[in-house]
């Protein structure tokens, strides 16, 4: 079964960036990436999620605006670049797979009991 492993992870200032990446360890073909995270004491939310198919991409309302969702070519790698980062953005940050069928990612996206393998997580502190 694949397995992913987030790391980039860290403590920041407001207004800057981090790079958070999602390893995979095998083939992205028939998977959407999607990036979650989950501020304490509050549900998980999603923030974006990308095709392995077809490279597609969909941002939910969280992920519009200051993050970016990319895959690296020639890897099992899907990485999240998140810009301007607030406070708010405090979380704990996870990737997960679904398996995408004939479904729009946008779709898979909005439908988190679609993902079913999930990485460990990777923890964000946004303070000044």
């Known amino acids: 079964q694949l397995q992913l492993v987030e790391s980039g992870g860290a403590l920041a200032q407001p207004g800057g960036s981090l790079r958070l990446s999602c390893d995979a360890s095998?083939?992205?073909?028939?998977?959407?990436i999607g990036w979650f995270r989950q501020a304490p004491g509050k549900e998980r939310e999603g923030i974006s999620c990308i095709s392995g198919r077809d490279g597609s991409i969909y941002y939910t309302t969280t992920g519009k605006d200051r993050f970016t969702i990319s895959r690296e070519n020639g890897k099992n790698t899907v990485s999240l670049e998140m810009t301007d980062l607030k406070p708010e953005d405090t979380a704990d940050y996870f990737c997960a797979a679904a398996i995408q069928f004939g479904s729009t990612v946008q779709a898979v996206c909005e439908s988190q009991p679609h993902f079913h393998i999930w990485g460990q997580g990777t923890g964000v502190s946004v303070s000044s």
């Open positions: 095998g083939p992205l073909l028939y998977y959407v």
